[in-house]
Structures are given as C-alpha cells and as structure tokens.
C-alpha cells in the first residue's frame, strides 16, 4: 500500500471526542424513547417525564421482523437497476485515485413502493398498525442499527488502509465505532452507508407520517388539515431528496464519515422517529388550523424549499461542471487546491444558504402544530442546533482544506447561516 493512500491518524475529535462516544450511542436511543412516550400523554409535555410502559408494550419481536421486511424490500429495489429505472453515478475521488459507482433509483424505488402500499392498502393493509406500535417498532430500529454499526467495525478492522475514513481513524475503539472507521463500507457493489442514508429510513419517515394520516381518518374521518400540510411538506423533502440523488454524493456524511453507529442510527433510527413527530403529536392532539394560517405556512415552506433548493444545486453543478452555463457566470476565489470558491450568488450571500433554506422548512413543518406545545418544535430546535454544530465543524475542514482562501471567503461573505444575525 502506498504511503500518500493510507489515511492519516484523527487527532481532532468531534462529538465530545470519548466521552461522547461512550454517553451518546445510549442518551441518543433514551431521547426518541423519551419523545416517542411524551408525544402519547394526554397533554404531550416534556416534564415531568412520561410513566415507563411495561417491557411488553417496547419489545415486540414481530416489529423486528417487519423492519427486516422493509430494509429487504428497500435492499432489492436498491440492487435491482434493471427492474428499478435509474442512472449509475460516479462518487468523488477517493485517496487512491479511484471513483466508486453509485445506483441512482432511489425516486423510481420511492414510487415502487408508493405501488406497493396503495396495492396493499387497497387489499385492506392495516396502516394504523405504525401508530399503534411506534415504540416496539423504534426500539427493534435501534437494535438493528446498534447490531449493524458492531457488524461495520468489525468488517472495518479488515479493510484496508485506503479505505478509512478521515474522520473514524483515532486507533480509540470506542470513537472510531462511533464516528465509523470505514468510510464507503460495501457487500460486493452494494454500498451500505449510502443505501441507508436515502432508503429505508427516509422512505420509512413517509411512510410512518402517512400511517399518522390514516390513524387520524381512523378516529375522526377525515385528515386534518394541520395533518395534510405536514405530511405534504415532509413528503416533498423526502422526494426531493430522492430526485436529487446524486446530490449526497458531495455530502460530508459520504465524502467525510465513515458509517458507524452515529450515522447507522441516524439513518435507521432518529430520522424516520423523531421526525415525524409533528404528525404523530396531531393524531393525539388536534389542531384547527384556517386557511389563512395554513396559506401562510406554506408560503414559507416554500420559500425555504425555493434556497435551499436552488443553493444545493448551484454548489453541486459547480463542484461537477463549473463551466456549465448556469455557474459559469459567478465570481469565486482560487484555492491552492485547484478547487475555487463561489464568492457570488447564493453561495455570497450567506456561508450556508442551503442550511438557511432547510430551517425555514423545519420551522414550517411544526407550525401546523399550533404554539400550545413545544413537542412539535423539537425537530426545529434540535435541526438549528445540529446545523450550527455541523457548520462549526464544516468550516474548520474547509480552513484545514484551504488556509488562506478560505479565511477570505469568510472576510468577503461575513454571516454563516442568517444575514446579518449569525
Ligand atoms: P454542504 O452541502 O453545505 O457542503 C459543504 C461543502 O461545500 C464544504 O465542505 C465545501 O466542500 C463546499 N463549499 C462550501 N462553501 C463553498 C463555496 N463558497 N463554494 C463552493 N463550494 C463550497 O454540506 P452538508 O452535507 O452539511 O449539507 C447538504 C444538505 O443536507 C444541506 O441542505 C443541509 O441542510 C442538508 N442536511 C439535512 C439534514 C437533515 O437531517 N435534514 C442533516 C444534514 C444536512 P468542497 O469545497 O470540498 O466541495
């Protein structure tokens, strides 16, 4: 193995370094736990802390089986291009020069699935049964994504030095299980951490928001409108996740992190759990919502869609083409790494337009909430902090990657996320 391939010791560590790692992978299961109870007591408040159900009403072995069930559905859509419509993209170069492939039907697996549950719907599938058994059903996901995340550190020690990610590489067991010690974990061609990233959580966030839909219509007889909005919002999101692919491709969590237990759970867990807490809190607790409330939620939802949206696309075709037509325009700075920066559209006006874009978003989708509770708000409230703690850690590889450029970049677009405010 070449000595440039193999990927240098990590000396800065994220997330609280060891401690974090020991205390995160059981206070990150405690807390969906913990808003998963909240979200079912009458008055859905945080404190005092809800009652802890018996044993029998969090395991469940057949919710265990039915999330194998769907990760082997969202497996073979994944690994079916001949069935599964869709292009094959190239990742980013990697330490050895190489590029992996990646399928891109994730949207074409969406719509499979949408044919699959209206088919089984239709035959009198009972949706409602999400509702019902969220913590069973959320307890056998983090068991999956714990016993995953222990099968990718082994098969990591295995792999070789190329292949390490730059951020998982303490030598520190413990960390580097945490963080993910192997950047681009694959069974043959199948890519495990992109697989999860996209598929059976994102999907299964819809999934879980339109079993809520149909709770609602179970127990009242129709949706709400609050349960419409949300749904549709989270619905959009998901799609447009989906339809642009490719667009993870570029992402720190591909390009940065090794697949561990803080992504495998992550992926498999928290997103499809906690973020659809807004329409699990409205079965319980509905809301009435007026046009004029609901027509000024979505004008924001849209508005947040529209730059974050545009300010993705704009970095990712200029990062694969920056002579393409629509990029080729806009002034950026030279780094030494032959890579430059934009300095002008959305890129100049804030230093993260695509995380301003994603926290309008957030913050509409727990508005059809109502303001009684703060339940509903925890995605917007935890979104915010993760984004400034992912733009902390987003900038300081960006000084690392560029030194001088990048401190002129931050001189010349001074505000990180909101103009004028941070
Ligand atoms: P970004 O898409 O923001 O990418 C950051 C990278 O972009 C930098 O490392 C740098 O990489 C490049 N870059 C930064 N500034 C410039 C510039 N001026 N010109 C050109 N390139 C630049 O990273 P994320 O992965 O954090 O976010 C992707 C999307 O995912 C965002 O919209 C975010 O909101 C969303 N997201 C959503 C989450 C959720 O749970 N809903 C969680 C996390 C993210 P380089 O120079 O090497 O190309």
Redesign the pocket.
């Known amino acids: 193995m070449p000595e440039k391939h193999k990927v240098p010791r990590t000396t800065e560590l994220e997330f609280g370094g060891t401690l974090g790692a020991l205390c995160l992978p059981v206070l990150l299961p405690l807390t969906v736990l913990y808003l998963l109870l909240s979200c079912r007591t009458p008055d859905a408040s945080l404190l005092p802390p809800p009652p802890l159900p018996p044993l029998a009403q969090l395991w469940l072995p057949e919710t265990l089986l039915l999330l194998l069930g769907w990760g082997a559905l969202q497996g073979g859509l994944y690994h079916s291009p001949s069935a599964v419509p869709g292009g094959v993209a190239e990742g980013m170069v990697l330490r050895d020069g190489s590029r992996l492939k990646y399928p891109i039907n994730g949207f074409s697996a969406l719509l499979i699935t949408g044919g699959i549950l209206s088919v089984a719907l239709h035959c009198g599938l009972p949706l409602g049964y999400i509702h019902d058994h969220m913590l069973p059903l959320a307890v056998s996901a983090g068991i999956i994504s714990l016993t995953l995340s222990l099968l990718l550190y082994l098969k990591s020690l295995c792999a070789p030095a190329s292949a390490i990610a730059p951020g998982g590489n303490t030598g520190n067991p413990l960390y580097d299980f945490f963080m993910g010690h192997e950047l681009n974990p694959r069974i043959g061609s199948f890519d495990l951490k992109y697989f999860c990233e996209l598929r059976p959580g994102l999907i299964g966030w819809v999934l879980i928001n339109l079993a809520m839909l149909m709770k609602e219509v179970e127990l009242r007889g129709s949706p709400s409108l609050a349960m419409i909005l949300v749904n549709a919002f989270q619905l959009l999101y998901v799609v447009d996740a989906l339809w642009n692919e490719e667009a993870v491709l ?4 591909i390009v940065q992190d090794g697949f561990g237990f803080m992504l495998a759970f992550g992926d498999l867990a928290w ?1 499809p759990f906690t973020y659809s807490l807004q329409a699990h809190f409205l079965v319980t607790h509905p809301r009435e919502l007026s046009a004029l409330g609901a027509t000024a939620i979505a004008a924001l939802n849209a508005l947040g869609y529209f730059i ?1 949206r545009r300010a ?1 696309s704009e ?1 990712n075709l ?2 694969r083409d920056p002579s393409a037509p629509r990029v080729s325009g806009l002034e950026t700075i030279a780094t030494a790494t032959g ?1 430059r ?3 002008s559209g959305w ?1 100049g006006f804030v ?2 337009p ?2 301003l874009g ?1 926290l309008m978003m957030a913050l509409a989708w727990s508005l059809p909430c109502g303001l009684s509770h703060l339940l509903p708000y925890f995605y917007v409230l935890y ?1 915010a902090a ?2 400034v703690h ?1 733009e902390a850690r ?1 900038e300081r ?2 000084l690392r ?1 560029y030194g001088l450029a990048w401190e002129r ?1 931050c001189e010349r677009v001074p505000y990180r996320i909101i103009p004028y405010l941070y």
């Open positions: 570029t992402t720190m969590d997103v974050f993705n970095k200029f990062r890579k920066l934009l300095v890129w230093r993260h695509n995380y994603d979104f993760l984004l992912r987003d590889q960006c990657k970049y």
